[in-house]
Structure formats: structure tokens, C-alpha cells
């Protein structure tokens, strides 16, 4: 049966159950591609839980189609990194968009919509709006499953790093980062040298 185009819109917090599901749905699928039964069962139930803040702050994004959520992601102007990472103080910190890096954050393709070019046309939709607010730069901490698309969408891989989630078991992750494409006529000259993670990514452990 043929299906709908997904239509893409900014999520809204009476969204954020079925959003969820459809991360824990992707996510029990596509996981265990990469990590082992346990580190996948971890990262089902600590890394594909939706980060509220993303939803009120208006900056997250579904792909329906025909009344189902498909794919979801979004991009951060605050501190925290990735979902799971455990509570920090600096988390809900506005990034100062002339020096540091928004993040992307909570990326999932329900698995039966994956390799239709969904997953990249929310990391460009990220792109254009931390662009529109002046970010130069995109970072991000990838689980492995999606390391490939953030280097179809220009990413540069900076490290490889383990967290540990709540429960302490273990994941590997890559660093990201990708320079924006400035504004037409932005005075946009990048900083050089700077430190784009926390000592979380840095270090390998949670904070
Ligand atoms: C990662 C994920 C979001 C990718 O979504 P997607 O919609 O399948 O990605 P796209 O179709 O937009 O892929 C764009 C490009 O990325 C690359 N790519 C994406 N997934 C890939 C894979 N599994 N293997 C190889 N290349 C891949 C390809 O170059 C692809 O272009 P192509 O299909 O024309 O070759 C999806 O696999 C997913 O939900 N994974 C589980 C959750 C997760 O790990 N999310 C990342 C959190 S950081």
C-alpha cells in the first residue's frame, strides 16, 4: 500500500507520549544492531526518553504521516548533551550562540521508515533554525546507530567516547560537530580552539 509523505511540524508537549513511543519503538529495533541485548535494553529505557525541555522550548520535530509519528529529533539552545545523561545544573543554561555549539539531540526513525531520507531532513531542519538564531556551530553525541547519517549530513567525528547511563551500564558513542553554513550578509567568523564538549564527553563518564 502506498504511504503518505511524511509532513513535518515542531512537536508540542501533548506530544510527548506518543512521541516516546515511537523512540522506544525505533530504538528496541535499531539498537541492537549495534550494542549488545543489555547495553540495548539500557539504552531503550535511558536514552530514548523524551527530554521535555525540547518540546516547550518549541524546538523539536515530528514527521507524520497518515496520523502516525514516523521520525522525530530536534536541536538544543541548551546545555544538556543527550537524554540520559543524568541531571545537571547547567542543563537548561542558554548556549550563547557567537561561542558555543547548539546540540542535536534525540534522533529516531520508526524502523520501517528508516533509509527514506526522514532522519536527514530533520538534521537540516535543525540546521536551518539554529542558523536563524545565530548558532555557527552544530555538536551532538551520536549513538553508533547514528553515526552514518550524521556523516551523510557533513558532521565531523571528534572522539570516541563510552557514557554510562543511569543504570551504569555502558555505551559507545562518537563526538560530533558541524560548522553552519552562515546567513547570507551574518558576520560569521568561527572561533578557533575551543573545547566543544563538558568533561562528561571528554572524559567518558557521565556527570
Ligand atoms: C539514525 C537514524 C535516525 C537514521 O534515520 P534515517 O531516516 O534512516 O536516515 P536517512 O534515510 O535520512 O539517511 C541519510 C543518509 O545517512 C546515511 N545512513 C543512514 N542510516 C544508515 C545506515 N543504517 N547505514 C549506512 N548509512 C546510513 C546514508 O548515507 C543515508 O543516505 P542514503 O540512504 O541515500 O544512502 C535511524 O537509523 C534511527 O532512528 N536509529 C535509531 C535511533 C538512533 O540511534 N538515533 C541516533 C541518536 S544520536
Redesign the pocket.
Known amino acids: 500500500m502506498e504511504r503518505a509523505e511524511p509532513m513535518l511540524r515542531v512537536a508540542t508537549p501533548d506530544d510527548a507520549s506518543r512521541v516516546e513511543a515511537l523512540m522506544k519503538e525505533?530504538?528496541a529495533v535499531?539498537?541492537p544492531r549495534y550494542y549488545d541485548e543489555r547495553q540495548s535494553a539500557s539504552a531503550v529505557r535511558y536514552v530514548a526518553q523524551i527530554d521535555p525541555m525540547l518540546l516547550t522550548d518549541g524546538t523539536y520535530f515530528v514527521l507524520e504521516s497518515d496520523g502516525q509519528l514516523v521520525?522525530c529529533g530536534g536541536w538544543s539552545r541548551r546545555d544538556r548533551l543527550y537524554t540520559g545523561s543524568g541531571e545537571s545544573e547547567d542543563d537548561s543554561r542558554t548556549l550563547d550562540p557567537a561561542t558555543e555549539p547548539a546540540k542535536v539531540r534525540a534522533?529516531?526513525?520508526r524502523a520501517d521508515w528508516?533509509?527514506?531520507?526522514?532522519?536527514?531532513r530533520i538534521v537540516e531542519e535543525c540546521e536551518a533554525a539554529a542558523r536563524r538564531e545565530g548558532y555557527r556551530q552544530l555538536a551532538?553525541l551520536?549513538?553508533l546507530?547514528?553515526v552514518?547519517?550524521y556523516l551523510?549530513c557533513g558532521f565531523q567525528p571528534l572522539e570516541e567516547i563510552e557514557v554510562a547511563l543511569s543504570d551504569g551500564v555502558r555505551i559507545a558513542g562518537v563526538s560530533m560537530e558541524k560548522a553552519i553554513d552562515p546567513l547570507e550578509g551574518a558576520n560569521n567568523t568561527p572561533e578557533v580552539g575551543r573545547e566543544l564538549f563538558q568533561p562528561l564527553a571528554v572524559g567518558g563518564l557521565r556527570r
Open positions: 525505533s530504538a535499531l539498537f521520525a534522533m529516531f526513525v528508516t533509509r527514506r531520507g526522514l532522519g536527514r551532538l551520536a549513538t546507530p547514528g552514518p547519517l551523510a
